[in-house]
């Protein structure tokens, strides 16, 4: 063995052992990170970093022992639950900045041991109540900069040792009495710049370990419900809030803008109970038809309005569902086909294809920090039409014709007979109108023929030019002019006086405004054919007895 030499070529055995195993081991490092590590991704340990590649989708190739992942500032749009259902080890999980607007029930349910969640910047605008399901040691839930409005009851159930919510840039404008109920071990609470105007004393309630609470730049109104905050502020607030944000500036109403809540006496935080107007309180309609009612109700803050169906006797399964103010409600039994849209300040019940199954009572709420009020309404079905099978009914449904029921509200007959009815109306109107114009038409062309026959405004030209000529012969220097009007109208000689020669003013003025009285005087043929000597033959008159004449000046 002394006398074998190693060369280049031919090295000892130890060093091309040791040269093999490096080479095995890079080319096992190769093959991890082509199987392991998503395209376009880096893979370091535990770590995988998918930041800023245009991602749509989370990568299904993730390791699974990977406990860190980085997929930030890309384009997935949402979590489902098959996408993280392989990663049990994750610790961390930073998905800002993307496009989420949907999670999907139960997306995180396998990561049961993950710490830190980053959801800002996404399109978030709905956390269900089982979106976090499985999360228990999760300390950290970022959900800033979406696009969220509310917040209903037991939205962050089983986060019991969540330590940090960050919910400032937000849209939300309602947050639920217990949306907070399970977060024991929370210390911060950011709130800030979103659209809150209220907040209730119970939704802090089960925060017993709240160190840092951010509600600041929110549009608050200063009424009634918040008298608890402006005495918290003053006493246990001291301790939660800076200096900056125990000034919570007032936005409504209107009196107490831009005042800071702390700042405004007791008796300005003031509230107007609801009133609550429905018409009508109970309609008869057939069955198929649709039915709209709606309940407005009126007071500050502007009432919120919410519709049940009173439970009758038979009893149904009750099903709690979250009303408009965050709480829980256990509706009556609600019927198939209805549908209840509460809204602020105005709820309508809108019920299509009606059924006996609608029959029944329904009542109104209005609720508003000062109070609730509440109106019922009665909703029965007319069956006249229907078959001559009867199904069971209800006491509250009508069995009789609707013209029986003492009731004709016009309210109650279907929108096309409505219609019908309206154009009806209309059209009778119409001719009665034209019939008045036409009989007051008639009337009055009646009334103004014996005027006219009677009275003459206009020259009459039966006379000829040979009449006017003779006028025109008779005009004196002071140019009083002659017209005729009518050759019917007699003129009396009692109002010559023969001694002066002449006629006196007053009795031209008599003759010349003489009414002319049809029948009287009538010309006959001979008269009628005289010349100007028979015209005026009698110079004591001056004019014909048989011309009636007008003297204009």
């Not at 081991?25 to 340990?45: K, N």
Request: some cysteine; charged content about 20%.
């Amino acid at each position: 063995m002394a006398g074998v030499k190693y060369s280049q070529h031919n090295p000892p055995p130890r060093v091309a052992a040791m040269g093999l195993q490096v080479l095995l081991c890079v080319l096992a490092l190769q093959v991890v990170r082509t199987l392991g590590c998503p395209t376009g991704c880096r893979c370091y340990s535990l770590t995988v970093e998918c930041g800023s590649i245009g991602l749509r989708e989370i990568p299904a190739d993730v390791p699974p022992t990977t406990q860190t992942i980085f997929l930030q500032d890309n384009s997935i749009g949402q979590i489902r639950q098959q996408d993280l259902s392989r990663l049990g080890q994750l610790h961390y999980l930073y998905l800002q900045n993307n496009s989420i607007s949907a999670l999907e029930p139960g997306a995180f349910h396998s990561q049961q041991q993950l710490l830190e969640l980053a959801l800002n910047g996404n399109r978030i605008h709905l956390v269900s109540g089982n979106v976090f399901q499985g999360l228990e040691h999760l300390r950290i839930l970022y959900l800033a900069g979406n696009q969220i409005t509310r917040l209903h009851d037991f939205t962050f159930r089983g986060l019991q040792r969540l330590q940090e919510l960050h919910l400032q840039e937000n849209s939300v404008e309602l947050l639920g009495e217990q949306a907070l109920a399970g977060l024991s071990s929370l210390a911060l609470l950011d709130l800030s710049r979103n659209n809150l105007r209220t907040l209730s004393q119970a939704s802090l309630r089960p925060l017993a370990s709240l160190q840092v609470l951010r509600v600041t730049d929110n549009p608050w109104r200063c009424d009634c419900a918040l008298h608890w905050l402006r005495s918290w502020i003053n006493e246990e607030g001291q301790r939660l809030l800076s200096s900056a944000e125990r000034r919570l500036v007032c936005a409504e109403p209107p009196r107490l803008s831009h005042h800071s809540l702390v700042e405004v006496p007791g008796n300005s935080l003031v509230c107007i109970p609801p009133v609550v107007q429905l018409e009508p309180k109970h309609l008869t309609v057939r069955l198929g038809e649709n039915v709209r009612v709606s309940c407005q109700a009126s007071g500050y803050p502007q009432p919120l309005v919410t519709w049940k169906k009173v439970s009758q006797t038979k009893a149904s399964p009750k099903v709690s569902e979250e009303d408009e103010r965050g709480g829980t409600m256990e509706p009556s039994k609600r019927v198939r086909g209805d549908r209840f849209d509460p809204d602020t300040g105005s709820g309508m019940l809108f019920l299509s294809n009606m059924t006996v199954a609608h029959v029944g009572r329904y009542e109104c709420e209005a609720w508003n920090p000062g109070g609730v009020a509440r109106v019922t309404f009665h909703l029965s079905v007319n069956l006249s039409s229907s078959s001559s099978q009867r199904p069971y009914m209800p006491v509250d449904i009508s069995q009789e014709p609707l013209y029986d029921l003492d009731s004709m509200d016009f309210n109650a007959l279907s929108m096309a007979t409505q219609t019908t009815i309206a154009i009806g109306i209309s059209m009778l109107a119409l001719t009665a109108l034209l019939l008045i114009a036409m009989i007051y038409s008639r009337h009055r062309h009646r009334k103004k023929g014996p005027k006219e026959e009677s009275i003459l405004y206009v020259n009459d030209y039966s006379d000829g030019p040979t009449t006017f000529a003779q006028l025109e012969e008779y005009r004196d220097e002071r140019g009083h002019e002659m017209y005729v009007l009518n050759r019917s109208k007699p003129v009396f000689p009692a109002s010559y006086s023969r001694q002066q020669g002449e006629l006196t003013p007053e009795q031209l003025q008599d003759q010349a405004t003489q009414t002319v009285v049809p029948g009287l005087g009538e010309r006959s043929g001979e008269e009628g054919e005289r010349g100007e000597e028979a015209l005026f033959i009698n110079q004591s008159l001056l004019f014909d007895t048989h011309i009636a004449y007008e003297i204009h000046c």
